[in-house]
């Protein structure tokens, strides 16, 4: 297994600056973070934020007219693309297909996109949903093959596959050579949680890329109603739910040798330190 770490939690750092600081501290690849709007992602007058206010996301746009030219800083760093993270998604497919076109110019094999958003309805036809929204996946497919690309779905709370189950049954009929899935076990403490072994045998070649990081519940207020109440919270890599000891023998024993990318949420660590104890961790892991 190799290590990678991902450009959204490098908020502080343009992308030239990210991709040699993570060279640095020993990883060897990089995600990138692609985003509609680059313009609009960082304000100088406002904290950082991996997901509102982030000086390293690269322009959509400019990915588009140039892949090799907008992931040159990676290159020159010596570091390989591990996936590109887009914030593209079946709903609007003209991006979605420009996306897998861009990463087929430069050979990236692997690409997040993303399907249809849920409903905002309390109450929908989860079925009838799911099909239209598998039938326009498959559509991405087809055009992605063309260029050589493989449409990743990440297991992410908020979406219609937060588990290994839920992603593997909407990819139904789709060849794992041709779609992939990005296996995320902290997204999938606050939604979709699966023991490891579960997991990694459902998902078998689906299994694109491991997202690395941890989170934890916290006790919360009571609700009115006199029901306890649960917080969800970011945590550090070794002091969560995940236990990534185990995650590791897991994933040997089914003779993964991808990406783990590095995607810590938790803030109570600066970037730096976090990148470089998150390393430490990982590499004494993956020799143990």
């Known amino acids: 297994m190799r290590l990678g770490a991902f450009t959204t939690f490098t908020p502080e750092y343009t992308f030239p600056e990210a991709c040699k600081l993570i060279k640095s501290l020993g990883y060897e690849g990089v995600q990138p973070r692609i985003v ?43 570091l390989e693309i591990t996936s590109v993270a887009s914030y593209t998604k079946t709903g609007e497919m003209d991006r979605a297909v420009k996306m897998v076109q861009a990463c087929g110019k430069l050979g990236i094999r692997n690409v997040r996109v993303g399907s249809e958003a849920m409903p905002k309805d309390e109450v929908f036809d989860m079925p009838k949903f799911l099909d239209a929204a598998r039938g326009r996946y498959k559509e991405l497919v087809a055009e992605a093959r063309k260029a050589g690309v493989r449409p990743c779905l990440e297991l992410h709370n908020g979406t219609p596959f937060p588990s290994a189950s839920g992603v593997v049954a909407f990819l139904k009929g789709i060849d794992p050579k041709d779609v992939g899935v990005l296996y995320d076990p902290a997204n999938m403490v606050r939604e979709g949680w699966e023991n490891v072994r579960t997991a990694l045998n459902i998902l078998g070649p689906y299994l694109a890329e491991v997202h690395v990081k941890n989170a934890k519940w916290l006790r919360g207020e009571k609700a009115d109603r006199g029901c306890q109440l649960w917080d969800y919270e970011d945590a550090d890599l070794e002091d969560g739910v995940v236990n990534w000891a185990d995650v590791i023998d897991h994933l040997k024993k089914h003779g993964y040798d991808g990406w783990l990318v590095e995607e810590g949420h938790s803030a109570k660590r600066p970037t730096y330190d976090r990148l470089k104890l998150a390393k430490e961790l990982l590499s004494r892991l993956l020799a143990g």
């Open 36 to 78: 509609p709007d680059a313009s609009a992602q960082y304000d100088p007058s406002k904290p950082f934020n991996p997901w509102s206010n982030n000086k390293g996301g690269l322009a959509e746009t400019a990915f588009f007219a140039d892949p090799a030219g907008t992931l040159k800083p990676a290159k020159d760093a010596g």
